[in-house]
Nanobody, 125 residues
């Protein structure tokens, strides 16, 4: 059964860092575009970042550029989101998602096939 599992969320002070992991089971992430999304209470889901399956190109939302970094480890069948200089407005449930996209670059505006259950990130002093 294809599954994505996020981990690494938690409570962190403003200015701190967290590293989210997205591990896949039941399928290989090769040739899949992987996106990170977040949803804060009372707000719409927002695309944060994605990484392409064909060439590893990346995209970031303006709100996280320069602070977040997405990467993938093919050997571990996982994708990571390194979040630095965290702000209270980064507080949300973070989800990873996968879409089979072997020949095109990723976009957080595409429909994704598989979703994880989410991990809570809270930035507060």
């Amino acid at each position: 059964q294809a599954q994505l599992v996020e981990s690494g969320g938690g409570l962190v002070q403003p200015g701190g860092s967290l590293r989210l992991s997205c591990a896949a089971s039941g399928f290989t992430l090769d040739y899949y575009a992987i996106g990170w999304f977040r949803q804060a209470p009372g707000k719409q889901r927002e695309g944060v970042s994605c990484i392409s399956g064909n060439n590893g190109s990346t995209i970031y939302a303006d709100s996280v550029k320069g602070r977040f970094a997405i990467s993938r480890d093919h050997a571990k069948n996982a994708v990571y989101l390194q979040m630095n200089s965290l702000k209270p407005e980064d507080t949300a449930v973070y989800y990873c998602a996968a879409r089979f996209l072997p020949f095109q670059s990723c976009s957080t505006r595409r429909t994704y096939e598989y979703w994880g259950q989410g991990t809570q990130v809270t930035v507060s002093s």
